[in-house]
Structure formats: C-alpha cells, structure tokens
C-alpha cells in the first residue's frame, strides 16, 4: 500500500500565498503582543529575576512539542482544518493571559504564553502550505507569506502599548486583543480555499487516470542533502539570534539606563526590520538567490552582535532593528532552501523536522537570553553572534544549487 500526497504543484502561481498573507498578519498582530510585553510582564510577574524570560521561553518550547502532532493532523484533515484550530487556541491563549495578568499570577501567565506556541506551531506551516502550492516560485510564496507580517510588525507593538492603560490593571487589555486576533485568525483560516483543505492529506490510493507519484526518499536519504542542511542552518541561526536578542533586549536595555518606553520601542523597531523587507525580498532571491539572501541575512546579524559592544541608546537600537532584518533574510533564504530539497510526497519527512530543529534552537536563544539579560551578558551575546554568523555564512557558501526532480526540465 502506497501513501500519495495530493498537492496543487501542477498549477504554480500565488493565489495560496495571497490569501495566506493576511493569515500570517493576523498571527503576527496577536503574536507581536508577546514579543513586545512578555519580557517586561514576566519581569514584573515572575518571583525571581531568573525566572523573568522563563514565559518567553515557553512559546517556543510549546512549539517544538506541537509541531510534529499538527505535521500528521496536516495529513489526516489538511492545512485549513490545522490553521484554524491553531488560531482557536490563540483565543483561549490571550484570555489564559490576560486573566494571570489581572490576578498576578505568573504560572498562570506561563500557561497563556505557552498556548501562544501551540498557535505559533500551527502558523509555522503556513509558509510550507504556499510553497506546496506554488510550484517553481516556492521562494517568491514564501516571502509572500512572511510579507504579510508587515503592517502587523508596524501596527501591533504600538496597539500593545497604546490598549495597556484601558483597563485597571495595566496589561490586560493587550493581553485580550490576542484573543481579539486569534478569534478574527479563526474566521479567515475557516474560509480559506477548499483547495487548502485537501492540500497536505495523505490518502492510501492514487486516483484513476493519475500521473505515476514519485516514490519518496527515506529520511536518511534526504536529510543528507548538503541543500536542506544548509537551510535548516540558516533558519535555526536567524531563530536563535532574533529570540536570543528579542527575549534579553527588553530587559538588558533596562538594565543599560534605558526606559521601560525605550525598551518597547526597541521591540518595534525589531519587529519593523523582521518584517519589512518582505515586498522586496522575493525579487532579490529572484536575482541574487537563495543562499546569498542568507548570507547577506547573517551578515546584518554582525553589524547587530558589533552594535551590542556598546550601551549607547543609538547602538541599542541599532542592535535590535538589524538583528529583525537579519533574521527576515536568513529565514527567508533557509525556508527556500528546504523547500526546494523535497518532492511533495516527502513533505511529512522533512518539514516537521525542521520545524522542530529551527523551533529547538529558539528555545535555547530564549532560555540562554536570561543570563545574558545584562550589560556583561548583552556584549557577550553580540560576540557570539559574530562568531555564529560568520560559520552559518561560510557554510552555506559552500553548498551548491541544485534542482528539484519535480520542476525540473
């Protein structure tokens, strides 16, 4: 008995990735309430310092443990059926929240931010769902998704902020508008194609008069490939040194002199740069490809680690804004990378781990972000991040393009 994956790579265009975008902008609205506030609100709620990034960390580490069980619902019910029941628990996750906020409870606030990575998890895939559907302009899908994001980066830190003073207890009323997105996520993944709710399943028969489906490679085979290697690489770089930089940034620029009102503006800035090269970002893969935007993406990640060596309210800044660009083109390089190193029937075998590769090194960036949450601790982390990037660059360097045996010819 043979497993097949129904997949619309016959058609390529970007209809997928269009109607996924707003998907993505929704996630990003209700998502950027927790990189901009958590820090602080952990460092408020939590009973020790060293526990203060511990709600941060959650989110990732509650993705790496969701992301191979929505990999086989994907399978079993398809991409719509998953985004929409992982924006639902957006949903539960800002109420979760809010409420721990208002009775001061930081284990509760754990919990909320947690459930923030189930829906992160879910979201992951939604670039993979446009590239799936794209045939040969896979990277073009993928930085269309991620485009998306933009005017959530612009919008939502500033929302975050501006909604905290509604209510009695600060905090709260940014805490529900993740429940507000999560719930307007919910509706829109619901009424996404019907082609979305057949792509990814897996069914036990091939179709009559279907074309012959090409035997997937085993996963030793395919996580052999210097290609997909290279990728992973440089998705889990730009993960670990955005969420490294995102979980200390907040607390360590506190800890430089700078304002509580500075450290949140940091946060907008770095989700401006995480998102706004994205309309832009699809031609330059178009011309540069995809393992030069990686470069250049670890390259900008250097002038962010040289940025740190300083306490300057200008380097700070610096620091935070370049590491945002730095990880949109490494992450958007890498995820092409990996897009273009399996057939459609091998998409089970490769993107759960990748996901969970990239999502493992996010947990490590934010639970190493609580020593480094210092003025000793931020200059260390920027030297480690110059050493990284300089490795990730090399080693991507040296793998060479190669073509998919479903596009090619």
């Known amino acids: 008995m043979t497993t097949t994956t129904i997949t ?25 309430v927790d990189l901009t506030l958590t820090g602080i609100v952990g460092a408020r709620l939590a009973p020790t310092t060293a526990l203060a990034t511990l709600p941060y960390s959650l989110i990732p580490i509650a993705a790496v443990a969701s992301t191979f069980l ?28 809010a409420l721990a906020v208002q009775l001061d409870v930081f284990w509760l606030f754990c919990v909320g931010t947690g459930l923030i990575g189930v829906y992160s998890a879910g979201a992951g895939y939604y670039r993979y769902a446009a590239a799936d559907a794209s045939g040969a302009q896979r990277a073009r899908a993928v930085t269309t998704v991620l485009a998306g994001g933009l005017i959530a980066a612009l ?107 500075d450290a949140a503006f940091a946060v907008q800035l770095h989700m401006i740069g995480m998102f706004a090269p994205g309309f832009v970002i699809a031609r330059v893969i178009g011309r540069l490809g995809e393992r030069a935007v990686a470069i250049v993406g670890a390259m900008l990640v250097i002038v962010a680690g040289a ?36 057939l459609a029937s091998e998409r089970g075998r490769v993107q759960p781990v990748a996901e969970v590769i990239t999502n493992g090194f996010q947990v490590i960036g934010s ?42 010819g």
């Open 8 to 32: 619309t790579d016959a058609a390529p265009h970007l209809r997928i990735a269009r109607r996924l975008a707003p998907a993505q902008a929704l996630y990003i609205f209700g998502s950027s």
């Open 155 to 261: 919008l939502g830190p500033f929302l975050a902020t501006w909604v905290s003073g509604l209510l009695p207890v600060v905090f709260v009323a940014s805490y529900l508008l993740v429940a507000l997105f999560g719930a307007l996520a919910a509706v829109w993944n619901a009424l996404l194609p019907a082609e979305l709710a057949r792509q990814g399943r897996t069914v036990t028969a091939r179709p009559t008069g279907a074309a012959p489906q090409v035997a997937p490679r085993t996963r030793r085979v395919l996580w052999r490939q210097p290609l997909l290697l290279a990728g992973v690489a440089a998705t889990s770089f730009a993960a670990f040194s955005m969420t490294s930089m995102m979980t200390a940034g907040p607390i360590a620029g506190m800890a430089m002199g700078h304002s509580e009102a």
């Open 307 to 342: 940025a740190a060596s300083s306490t300057a309210e200008w380097a700070f800044l610096t620091s935070m804004f370049a590491v945002g660009v730095g990880w949109n083109l490494a992450f958007s390089g890498g995820s092409a990378l990996i897009t273009d190193a399996y």
């Open 367 to 408: 639970l190493s972000a609580g020593v480094l949450a210092t003025v000793p601790g931020w200059r260390m982390l920027g030297i480690g991040l110059i050493v990284l990037s300089i490795v990730v660059s090399i080693g991507v360097a040296a793998v060479r393009r190669t073509v998919r045996a479903d596009t090619a």
């Open 70 to 97: 929505f990999s086989r619902l994907i399978g079993r019910v398809g991409y719509r059926a998953v985004f929409t029941g992982a924006a639902c628990v957006a949903v539960v996750a800002g109420i979760v929240s």
